[in-house]
């Protein structure tokens, strides 16, 4: 499981056999079955996961008992609560797997520890913060300016991958639409 890790690390990050090293004495590799959480809600986000294999989701539960999914996850992305990690607060979300995963988790002390003795990696890692900060702006903009098709439209384009592996009342609450507005929006894609 750590090979293909490894693989991502050094095309990403061209981080050297020691660095490499480094970053496997840290790492914990995991498998989680479908349905299994990885984190959830009222708990501590201690770790950064990397997904080797399969497709993870971060959700929150509306007081109403309506899910809204923030964002999914598949093999070489990264996925934690970031709000719960960053503060050591209980998260307000889970993380649960919508596939049988294979992932790498590596602890916040840990974490800290590579970034400050491996420069190449604690770059790499701003630069993913940064794109992923990018991502969260354009789809809050998204969310507020788009129609319900061009939300729909902009997701097929930039998540292909995701589009084909998750089920279509998923897609709906990630886009923030009634599952019967996505049904017909899809049903109006399939006969242009």
């Not at 990050?13 to 590799?29: D, G, K, Q």
């Not at 988790?105 to 491996?118: E, S, V, Y």
Request: hydrophobic share 40%.
């Amino acid at each position: 499981m750590f090979e293909a890790f490894e693989r991502y690390l050094q095309e990403k990050a061209e981080l050297t056999a020691n660095e490499i090293n480094a970053v496997r004495a840290v790492s914990i590799e995991k498998k989680i079955r479908k349905r299994q959480y990885l984190l959830q809600e009222g708990d501590v986000c201690h770790y950064n996961c990397f997904i080797v294999k399969g497709c993870l989701r971060l959700y929150r539960v509306s007081e109403d008992g309506v899910e809204h999914i923030l964002r999914f996850g598949v093999e070489n992305w990264w996925v934690s609560d970031h709000e719960s990690y960053n503060t050591g607060n209980p998260s307000k979300g889970n993380i649960d797997a919508l596939e049988n995963c294979e992932v790498i988790l590596i602890d916040k002390p840990a974490f800290i520890n590579l970034m400050l003795t491996i420069p190449v990696f604690k770059n790499f890692i701003d630069g993913l913060k940064a794109r992923s900060f990018d991502a969260s702006q354009n789809r809050i903009m998204g969310n507020i300016s788009f129609s319900a098709e061009e939300k729909y439209q902009n997701f097929m384009t930039s998540f292909p991958d995701i589009f084909n592996r998750v089920p279509l009342h998923m897609i709906a609450s990630y886009l923030g639409v009634s599952r019967e507005t996505l049904s017909r929006i899809r049903n109006q894609f399939v006969h242009k």
